[in-house]
Each structure stands twice: as C-alpha cells, then as structure tokens.
C-alpha cells in the first residue's frame, strides 16, 4: 500500500459495539492506488503511485562491442508489458570548476511526465523528447541487442538507433497484469555502460554477474 493511503487509514480506526478495533474503509487493488474520501475531501487519487520498480533488466556490452539487453518477467507466461528504452538529453550547468550532467528533469519526471501528456502501456507517461524505440503491447521477455528488439516487437524508433553522448537512458517493461503492481528497469548512459566490466551486467541494483542478475531477478518476484 502507498504511503499515502497507509497513513490515511490509521486515522480511521474505531472501535465496534463489541470493543474491537476495526478498520473502515476500502482495501485497495494491490499494485494500484485507489480514491480515498476523507471529511468529504479526496486525498488519493489513481495517479499518485507509481509501479514498484524491480531488478528485471539489466545491460552489458558483447564481445562485439554491441549492447545487449536482458528481461526477466515475474509473470506465469513469461510475459511483459510495452517495452521501450528512452534516451533523455542531460544539459551541462557551469559551475566553479567548470561543467558538470545535470539530468534535463529529475528520474521521475523523465519517468512519468516530461510535461507532455503521452502514456504507454505499462501506465508512464513517456513524454515528446526521448530517443531510442518503444513497443506497445504484450510480449515474452527475451535477450536481444539493445537497440533491435525482437523483429516480431512492433517497434517505434525514434532518433539514432545508438548510444549518444549526452543522454540518459531507461530500458523498461511494465507488470502484464491489469495491476501496473511493478516495473523492470535498469538506468544507464554510455560512459556508465561502457565501464561495465566483462563477463557482468548493469542492473537496477548495480554491476553484477550474469548469475547474480538471474539470481535478483527470481528473487524480486
């Protein structure tokens, strides 16, 4: 349960005609925040949380030098929910020692808003200003390059089908259920990735072996 919602239902415990305490109020649909009305007043609506991020994606460079992608799915069926990778432009503030990144928005806003109205399948909004490709719809997760997603993905690109200097990027799937409980995700840009040593992989949780990714992710679920 969001924090929100938890802390609106430990005002409303009372007790019964037997002295027992009770809780009133809706129980909400895991994984989604439901409206709760309090003094006639709503203090929670649909939009205020947002899906469980979890170790599900991970992403590491071949041999080739080639960026690969890996999902895990906690679904029964092996299933995942509109996939996409973003890349978001970064800006550079000057300061006393010269320049510095500074994300072009906060990891939420580049999650969820960007200040655009969009949304994709897994319940972000995506925004207008990313590069990369995105794929609606349900798929089975898979490993595959990180920019060519699996030719039987319907896939939007947009931009350089590369990593670019200068933007941060967001390989991402949602949970295939109607619950939008959780999200596989793993954050990255082409200087972080390309430090990534052999033989391991970029993980929402950080740089790991390929059996601890596989070992995270079963036990994420």
């Known amino acids: 349960m969001c924090e929100t919602a938890r802390r609106a239902q430990v005002g409303r ?8 305490r009770v809780v009133r109020g809706r129980r909400r649909t895991p994984g989604r925040c439901i409206g709760l009305t309090l003094s006639g007043a709503v203090v929670l609506t649909t939009t205020a949380c ?7 994606a991970a992403v590491y460079v071949d041999g080739r030098g080639v960026p690969q ?11 995942v929910r509109a996939p996409w990778l973003h890349g978001v432009a970064v800006r550079t503030t000057e300061t006393e020692d010269g320049t510095r990144p500074e994300a072009s928005g906060t990891e939420d806003d580049t999650r969820n808003d960007n200040g655009n109205d969009t949304e994709n399948d897994n319940g972000n909004d ?36 590369s990593l670019q200097p200068g933007y941060r990027y967001d390989l991402r799937f949602g949970d295939p259920d109607d619950s939008y409980e959780y999200a ?19 993980t929402l949780g950080g740089v790991m072996t390929r059996e601890a990714f596989e070992e995270a992710a079963r036990k994420a679920c």
Do not use: Y
């Open 184 to 202: 596989g995700t793993v954050w990255f840009d082409a200087d972080r990735l390309a430090r990534v040593p052999a033989g391991r992989v970029l």
């Open 50 to 56: 947002s899906p469980i991020e979890r170790p599900l």
């Open 13 to 20: 415990h009372t007790r019964n005609e037997r002295g027992r």
């Open 69 to 79: 992608a890996l999902l895990r799915s906690c679904d029964e069926d092996g299933r």
């Open 126 to 161: 995506t925004g207008n200003d990313w590069i990369g490709w995105e794929s609606s719809g349900m798929h089975k997760a898979a490993d595959f390059p990180l920019f060519s997603p699996p030719a039987h993905w319907p896939a939007e690109t947009r931009g350089p089908q």
